[in-house]
């Protein structure tokens, strides 16, 4: 009895403060309620707690994961218990407002949105602190990316379709000034080619090869070519498609393997291979990374499958290989990305894969002609939608 009463003072002492905001703000959310079917409503904020943010989402990039949920494609059973769901992971926004005991961030601010938060900034009653976090968010664990009890936006927890939204001031980094938004929208899945690069150990002098040229793949590939200082003749990328692998052709090594099967004299010649195609297509992928990779080499999994892939393992066994998965990342990983993004020649690079013309978020319909945009195997690019609405209230 009285144990219970211990803590459920507790609880209240760490249940978060939250101060009125006033007036309530009016937040327009869209969200996926069936395969290419998106709703909108109407959604009243009127409170913020302690050591969060209100956000005005600005700017957001389509990625496979949000597009997944925008098809339907995932799982039925995580669908019925997911749906309806705002979409989209990868977005900068604007601090409207901040809560008690937020001291690094004022009014103004344009700010990248970390979508990974972690158990003990989720629920801080259960996880009081990082010593006290999950096995994967305590220090030593395996990370953040992790976490066994994570609210990944876009995932478990609404994403950013929306106007506004209420997210930890933790979770949150400023744009360094000079960095243009669409650039800036770009730090996500760059936090996430970081932390596989660093699984992966590469350094400058790596012979690395990238299996498969779309978005995931062109970024990793830059950021080892202009950032890690790898050169051209050291990074091989393979596709099937011309139009993609002719984006990578100043800085690496190209191959069509529709049309040519791996050269002789490549084989066996990598040390490290990122998988970035994902999906059926990781079926060959993998396959090829196999042959390139050296005796004691590593293929880093990026692209994601829903289904089961066939692996030869004897090629596995007989070079000693490691084939280790990545997935997501940290805030941790962000002030880094941020510097890289005040490069120039890199950010040049980058503007290669954005999609030229950027959606407007007005309606359910033009957010699903964005997606179908991304998901459409003629474009190359990562696609974005702006989100300051022509009507505001
Ligand atoms: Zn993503
Ligand atoms: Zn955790």
Not at 72 to 86: A, D, G, K, M, W
Request: net charge positive.
């Amino acid at each position: 009895m009285s144990i219970h009463l211990v803590v459920g003072i507790k609880a209240i002492e760490n249940a978060p403060r939250k101060r009125l905001i006033s007036p309530p703000v009016q937040s327009r959310v869209f969200e996926v309620v069936g395969p290419y079917r998106m709703r909108e409503r109407r959604e009243e904020i009127s409170e913020l707690p302690e050591r969060c943010v209100l956000l005005r989402v600005m700017l957001t990039g389509v990625c496979h994961a949000d597009l997944r949920y925008v098809s339907c494609s995932r799982p039925p059973h995580i669908l019925r218990e997911r749906l309806p769901l705002p979409v989209f992971h990868e977005g900068i926004a604007r601090v409207v407002d901040v809560g008690d005991d937020v001291r690094n961030f004022r009014r103004g601010d344009l700010v990248v949105v970390v979508p990974n938060v972690p158990c003990y900034v989720q629920n801080p009653e259960k996880y009081p602190d990082i010593y006290r976090a999950c096995e994967s968010c305590r220090p030593g664990g395996p990370g953040e990316n992790l976490c066994r009890d994570v609210k990944f936006l876009s995932s478990n927890a609404p994403g950013l379709s929306r106007t506004f939204l209420i997210h930890p001031a933790s979770c949150i980094f400023n744009v360094p000034r000079g960095i243009p938004e669409e650039i800036a929208v770009l730090a996500e899945p760059l936090t996430v080619v970081k932390r596989a690069i660093e699984l992966a150990g590469v350094n400058y002098s790596s012979r690395v090869a990238i299996l498969g040229g779309g978005f995931m793949g062109f970024i990793t590939a830059a950021v080892l070519s202009f950032i890690i200082g790898i050169s051209k003749q050291n990074l091989l990328v393979t596709d099937i498609f011309d139009f993609k692998l002719e984006k990578f052709e100043d800085f690496a090594i190209t191959l069509n393997v529709r049309e040519k099967s791996i050269p002789e004299d490549i084989l066996s010649s990598f040390d490290r291979a990122f998988e970035c195609a994902g999906g059926k297509a990781s079926e060959s992928t993998i396959d090829q990374a196999l042959s390139l990779l050296s005796p004691g080499g590593t293929c880093m999994l990026i692209g994601v499958s829903e289904e089961k892939i066939p692996v030869r393992t004897r090629i596995l066994l007989e070079k000693g290989l490691t084939l280790k998965g990545t997935t997501r990342s940290a805030a941790i990983d962000y002030p880094e990305v941020l510097k890289w993004l005040q490069r120039k020649d890199f950010t040049k690079t980058l503007r290669r894969i954005i999609y030229p013309k950027i959606f407007r978020a007005d309606s359910c319909d033009s957010i699903l002609t964005a997606c179908r945009t991304a998901e459409s195997p003629e474009t190359h690019g990562k696609v974005l939608i702006d989100w300051r609405l022509e009507i505001e209230e």
